[in-house]
């Protein structure tokens, strides 16, 4: 449930030999002076993705689009790592701008240009789930659940993505399908782990679906859907759980239910 850091993106710079002294020296002075010009722009890539997560976080989404898009564009010919971290987020925004359509696009055309980089990145299988969170706000079932497979598969031979958000996309197709019972099961069993990794800011999303999957189980259960969105509320900033419901009428109905619209 977050954007993608670029700390750790590393750029490696290899020159091939080039016979005489003096070409040597010459492509030493040229070698050096591309390392200098390209690490200024490495830190600016870095500097911006990181401007683009504080706007994103605070709910500005328009001005995060902005610049999550204008970083695919000026990164794209010379870090395609940076390009393909900042296409994720800008999928990642829209997203949060209930505009899942044009997430799956960004998604999809990301995993086309850059599914080795994401691969590189430990991404690949953030980014299949992000597509099965897509598909299932929009309740493209059959689709979110290739998509859950194909992240359980790229799993296999990377590092595990974000336990919280492999938890939230299962629980989602789960409820999505009308299956509120084992949603609200799974949640359950992973809560703790699910706080132990995740930050606030993206637990509070994660709460909200427990909440809707123990209420949807039945009335019995409407008074323990209320005290586990207490921490949830208020808001972090307007539309904060909007994202859920754009595509969602049950889940719409519920939020406005509760004052979380």
Known sequence: MRTVLAAG???AFIASPIAGGVALGAAAIGIGALRIRLGRKARWAIGENARGQA??????FDEAGVIFENLVRDTEAWLPAMAAIACHNLAWTAMRQGNMIRALE?????????????????LSVTSALDLAINHA???ELD???RSLRDSETRARGQASANVSMAIFAHALVDCRAGRADDAAKLLDERWAECEAVTKGSELRPLRVMRAFAIASSGPRDAGQADAILAPAK??????EYAFLGSSWPEMAAFLAAHDLA
Do not use: S
């Open 9 to 11: 993106v590393m750029i």
């Open 143 to 145: 689709a979110a659940a």
């Open 106 to 122: 960004l998604l999809k055309a990301n995993e086309t240009a850059h599914l080795k980089e994401l691969t590189a990145l430990a």
């Open 234 to 239: 208020p808001l972090a900033y307007r539309g």
């Open 55 to 60: 706007a994103l976080a605070r709910g500005r």
């Open 137 to 139: 706000l929009l309740g």
